[in-house]
């Protein structure tokens, strides 16, 4: 039985920095691609950042490129999202997910997810 479990959520002031972590049992994420969204209030589920198995290549959606940053430590089974210089729109539930060749990356195609964190940050 495949389970995500996204960690490291909570309350931060704008300009400052979380990491999230997505731990995974019963899936290995080095040979899957490994997305995270997220979803605020009253929108719908959005893109965020993805990693893909071959080569380790990553897509960021526009609004967190170059303050986001998503990683993997296979020998945790885990990836992280490194939250740097964030702002109240960023304030959402995010979701890590995972499958084998989602198509594309960047698109709710995945066929597992966490239950999500919750990430606030105050102006």
């Known amino acids: 039985q495949v389970q995500l479990v996204e960690s490291g959520g909570g309350l931060v002031q704008a300009g400052g920095s979380l990491r999230l972590s997505c731990a995974a049992s019963?899936?290995?994420?080095?040979?899957?691609?490994v997305g995270w969204f997220r979803q605020a209030p009253g929108k719908e589920r959005e893109f965020v950042t993805a990693?893909?198995?071959?080569?380790?290549?990553?897509y960021s959606a526009d609004s967190v490129t170059g303050r986001f940053t998503i990683s993997r430590d296979n020998a945790k089974n885990t990836v992280y999202l490194q939250m740097n210089s964030l702002k109240p729109e960023d304030t959402a539930v995010y979701y890590c997910?995972?499958?084998?060749?989602?198509?594309?990356?960047?698109?709710?195609?995945?066929?597992?997810w966490g239950q999500g964190t919750q990430v606030t940050v105050s102006s």
């Open positions: 997910a995972a499958a084998f060749d989602p198509k594309p990356p960047t698109q709710n195609v995945y066929d597992y």
């Open positions: 019963g899936l290995t994420l080095r040979y899957v691609a």
């Open positions: 990693i893909i198995a071959r080569g380790g290549s990553t």
